[in-house]
């Protein structure tokens, strides 16, 4: 009856399965934690590509934070309402967004 309820190579076998388990878990909960600090690189391609052009290009992408009126400062274009009919106002401008400098003669 005592061997029955003896199973030493079962149970060790399978408290190894259970600590390399646990083993490897916590390498890879380690390892999620190491690359969930890196900060990511806020260059995107997009942002690669605005920021390696020169300011006033035949093409201008607006950035954060500019207005019709800094953009005319920066590139001394006063005719960008004239070269862009999509653009209705000085207020009609966003980020991303395309406008034309054909006129354009940088500072």
């Known amino acids: 009856m005592a061997n029955r ?3 030493p190579h079962s149970s060790a076998a399978a408290i190894r399965m ?10 890879g909960a380690a390892a999620m934690l ?3 600090s890196i ?7 997009e942002a690669e590509a605005v920021s ?9 992408i607006v950035g ?3 207005t019709l009126l800094s953009i005319i400062d920066k590139c001394g274009d006063s ?19 395309v406008l034309g400098m054909a006129r354009s003669d940088p500072k």
């Open 64 to 66: 954060e934070g500019e």
């Open 79 to 97: 005719f960008v309402l004239e070269d862009n009919p999509h653009v209705h106002d000085y207020d009609d401008i966003f980020p991303g967004q």
């Open 18 to 27: 259970v600590d390399l388990f646990l083993s490897l878990l916590a390498v």
């Open 39 to 45: 900060p990511a690189d806020p260059r995107t391609p």
């Open 34 to 36: 190491l690359v969930g």
């Open 5 to 7: 309820n003896r199973r």
């Open 52 to 60: 390696s052009r020169r300011p006033c290009d035949e093409l201008y």
